[in-house]
T-cell receptor, first 110, second 114 residues
């Protein structure tokens, strides 16, 4: 099955700086890569996703890049704000089954 | 507009008890999933179902079973609860229609087995 690894496990950034989270996957058949944000005490929520026929996707301050040859994808958050503090999970898979990374705890320092 | 509802937010059960965790979705999704979330381990798939009465084992099915008698409801059963099953349990659903199959998660059930 698919194995998704996520780094770093924790990330502390100054407000206004950028944050980057990287994930690798093992199954070349995987074609869908979503990112979830989980605020303290709340459910994970989808923030952005990308498909294997797309190299990059952007939504306001959030962008995701995918390198299918190297089997890695990344989340980029620019101009970080205190409300960006959360745990972020990457995931990868095909059909309807996703495998998740272990999560990155992002702390934005004021 | 809660779309995936888990019946309990917090549960405390005794070792050896049979425990039922219920999940209901109102989006007519075909697929439903049970994950457990532990610090440093992320989300690990216990079981999933892609249709009524259908079920498949995930990565950590030992000690668990599931039931899906109706499309909207997916139950996770701990046959004999043990302390190592103390965890946060998340239910999710998704559709196989269209171009996306991003999950919608429930709020989670924090289970403590004593």
């Amino acid at each position: 099955g698919e194995n998704v690894e996520q780094h770093p496990s924790t990330l502390s950034v100054q407000e206004g700086d950028s944050a980057v989270i990287k994930c690798t996957y093992s199954d070349s058949a995987s074609n869908y890569f979503p990112w979830y944000k989980q605020e303290l005490g709340k459910r994970p929520q989808l923030i952005i996703d990308i498909r294997s026929n797309v190299g990059e996707k952007k939504d306001q301050r959030i962008a995701v890049t995918l390198n299918k040859t190297a089997k890695h994808f990344s989340l980029h958050i620019t101009e970080t704000q205190p409300e960006d503090s959360a745990v972020y999970f990457c995931a990868g898979g095909y059909d309807y089954k996703l495998s998740f990374g272990a999560g990155t705890t992002v702390t934005v320092r004021a | 507009d809660v779309k995936v509802t888990q019946s309990s937010r917090y549960l405390v059960k005794r070792t050896g008890e049979k425990v039922f965790l219920e999940c209901v979705q109102d989006m007519d999704h075909e697929n439903m999933f049970w994950y457990r979330q532990d610090p440093g381990l992320g989300l690990r798939l216990i079981y999933f179902s892609y249709d009524v009465k259908m079920k498949e084992k995930g990565d950590i099915p030992e000690g668990y079973s599931v039931s899906r008698e109706k499309k909207e409801r997916f139950s996770l059963i701990l046959e004999s609860a043990s302390t190592n099953q103390t965890s946060m349990y998340l239910c999710a659903s998704s559709t196989s229609q269209g171009v996306g199959y991003g999950y919608t998660f429930g709020s989670g059930t924090r289970l403590t087995v004593v």
